[in-house]
Structure formats: structure tokens, C-alpha cells
């Protein structure tokens, strides 16, 4: 079997790429590119379309998103090209190639108001980046009917810098030492990405395998928690001091953060849940430790 992973030098793709270990990969990066990705610019339907035709996948998984707001802001337009332009042309191009396709969505669809959400819960996304996801997954449905689109929440796991995840910069934050607000009103779900990526590889799986999943799936961890309790709890469990920590409500009152996106992840199939549960306690303290004093080096 061989698999297509668009996005794989991102903090989810990198654990994608690892799940599908016993296909043939081709995993793809734009600006982070390394030896063994193919670089690829998801804009651009000709560079999709040349991988593609080259490599015959039988399954494509896109990983390819903006979800920076520094970039949401400052680029607006390229940062949705990125999440809604780039969805819609795997789309065409996974189908027009006779691969099953797997799309990678996020909570930010829902408003935040009435959790949990189930994947036929009605959409009404606060932010521009919900908006872009929410029309990333009207455009997979349109060019590709049988794909499968799977929303995950906030991600967390080893990263290449401490901003590439809200846990690790939270990290960065507490090790710092400067005063700063975290908001302790908006509830996150972090989700290991290798767990995320495990439930991406089952589902490729079952639709390899013909199996009918409903176009929604959610996959999400059980415990939700603020950033500022995030920090408390990275504190703790380091010996670190968090009182130039404050709990504060930046992100509640901004209005463009759902309050409470959590995922309802009952209406995926038993089969399809992943051989382990990840809990945040005994996963956060690897993944967060390199970034609690800047001048260590990040493992991966
Ligand atoms: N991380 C989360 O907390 C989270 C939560 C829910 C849903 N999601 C969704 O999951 C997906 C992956 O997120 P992530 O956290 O892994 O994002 P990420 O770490 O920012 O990675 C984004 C990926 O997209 C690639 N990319 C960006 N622009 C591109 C372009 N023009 N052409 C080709 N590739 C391009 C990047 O390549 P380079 O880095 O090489 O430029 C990178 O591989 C996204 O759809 C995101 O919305 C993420």
C-alpha cells in the first residue's frame, strides 16, 4: 500500500508519517523541507497532481493548514489558501487518482457555547480560522464525496520550537519567569499527536477496506483544561514557582475563542479507537521539559 501524508514536516504530519510506517510514504513539506519529504506547494494544483501521478497512492492524508494567528492577521490571504485552497485541490486531485482521502479538520468549527459536540452537531465557527476549516470541509465534501474529514482538538507532543504547540510555549512562559496572563476561562482538550495520527491510521484502514464512516469523525482526549491551569500544573509537577503567572480571560473575552469546543467521539467505531489512551499527567512532562529553561536544546 502506498500513502500520500500532505503536511508531514508539521507537528501532526510528523506523527502521521510515523502511524503509516507499514505503507510506502511519501510524506510532503513546503518550507521546512528535509531529506526524504518531497517539496510541494498545496496551492498549487500542478505540484499535487505531478506527486500524485508519480506515486499512485492508495490512500492521501492532508495535514496541510495555517493555524498561526500571527499569520492569520498578517497574511490573511495566503493563510487561507493554505486551509481552504490546499484541502480543495488534494481533494481533486486524491480523487481523480482513485485514492481514499483523509482530511484533517479541527473544533474550531463549533462555537463553544453547547458542548459536546457530536459530528453532526451544527457548525457556527467565532473565528476566521474556523471559518476557513469549516469551508475546507464544505470544499473536501464537494470535490470528494467519500472522503473522510477528522476534526481534532488542540494537539500537543515533542516539537521542533516551543510555538509550535500552545502546551510548549505555555512551557516557555513558565520557564521564562516574566510576568504574564494565561486565560483560565476557554477549555482546551490537548490530544497527543501520535494518538491523533493512530486514529488517522485506523481510518485509512477501514476506508481502504471499503468501510462506510460517516463523512465526520471527531477524535479528542477526555480532559480539558484552561492554559493558566496548564501552567500550574507544568509548574507543579517541575518544582517551578507560577506566581508571575495570572489567571486572566484574554481569550474569553476576545470573542473569537470558543469557550468550550469538546468533542463527543462516540459515533466512531470501537475498532477505529487506538490501542492507547494517552493521558496528559504522564505524557506532558517529556514533551514540555527541553522548553522550561530557553537555552536547552528541544529533543526533536
Ligand atoms: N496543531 C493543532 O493543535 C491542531 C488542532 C486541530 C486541528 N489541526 C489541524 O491539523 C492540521 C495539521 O496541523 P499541524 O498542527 O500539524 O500544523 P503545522 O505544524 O503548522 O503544519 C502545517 C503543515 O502544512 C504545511 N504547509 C503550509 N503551507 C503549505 C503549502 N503552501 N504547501 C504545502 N504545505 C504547506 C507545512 O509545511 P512547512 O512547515 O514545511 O512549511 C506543515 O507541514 C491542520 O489542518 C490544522 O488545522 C491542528
Given at each position: 500500500m502506498r500513502a500520500v501524508i500532505f503536511g508531514a514536516s508539521g507537528r501532526l504530519g510528523r506523527s502521521v508519517v510515523h502511524a503509516f510506517a507499514d505503507m510506502t510514504v511519501t510524506g510532503t513539506a513546503f518550507s521546512r523541507s528535509t531529506s526524504g519529504l518531497a517539496t510541494v506547494d498545496a496551492t498549487?494544483?500542478?505540484?499535487?497532481?505531478?506527486?500524485?501521478?508519480?506515486?499512485?497512492?492508495?490512500?492521501?492524508?492532508?495535514c496541510v493548514g495555517e493555524r498561526r494567528p500571527a499569520v492569520?492577521?498578517?497574511?490573511?490571504?495566503?493563510?487561507?489558501?493554505?486551509?481552504?485552497d490546499a484541502a480543495r485541490l488534494i481533494a481533486e486531485a486524491a480523487r481523480r487518482c482513485g485514492a481514499r482521502f483523509l482530511h484533517i479538520s479541527s473544533d474550531y468549527v463549533f462555537d463553544g457555547k453547547t458542548p459536546p459536540y457530536r459530528p453532526g452537531s451544527l457548525p457556527n465557527p467565532?473565528?476566521?480560522y474556523g471559518r476557513w476549516k469549516l469551508l475546507a470541509e464544505e470544499a473536501v465534501r464537494a470535490a470528494c464525496p467519500d472522503a473522510a474529514i477528522l476534526r481534532l482538538p488542540v494537539l500537543y507532543g515533542p516539537v521542533q520550537f516551543a510555538a509550535e504547540t500552545n502546551l510548549t510555549e505555555i512551557a516557555r512562559q513558565v520557564g521564562a519567569g516574566a510576568r504574564v496572563e494565561l486565560d483560565d476561562v476557554c477549555v482546551r482538550y490537548p490530544t497527543h499527536a501520535d494518538e491523533a495520527a493512530e486514529v488517522c491510521r485506523l481510518i485509512a484502514g477501514a476506508l481502504l477496506?471499503?468501510?462506510?464512516?460517516g463523512t465526520v469523525a471527531h477524535w479528542s482526549a477526555e480532559q480539558g483544561f484552561t492554559k493558566y491551569q496548564m501552567a500550574r500544573l507544568i509548574a507543579r509537577r517541575f518544582g517551578l514557582?507560577?506566581?508571575?503567572?495570572r489567571a486572566g480571560e484574554a481569550d474569553a473575552v476576545s470573542g473569537d475563542r470558543p469557550i468550550d469546543c469538546r468533542l463527543d467521539c462516540q459515533d466512531l467505531p470501537a475498532a477505529l479507537h487506538p490501542a492507547r489512551r494517552r493521558l496528559f499527567h504522564a505524557e506532558f512532562p517529556p514533551v514540555v521539559e527541553p522548553w522550561l529553561l530557553p537555552a536547552r536544546p528541544a529533543t526533536s
Open positions: 498549487a494544483a500542478d505540484d499535487i497532481e505531478r506527486l500524485l501521478g508519480r506515486d499512485q497512492p492508495d490512500v492521501v492524508v492532508n492569520w492577521a498578517g497574511a490573511p490571504a495566503q493563510a487561507r489558501d493554505r486551509n481552504v467565532v473565528n476566521t477496506h471499503g468501510q462506510h464512516l514557582s507560577a506566581d508571575h503567572i
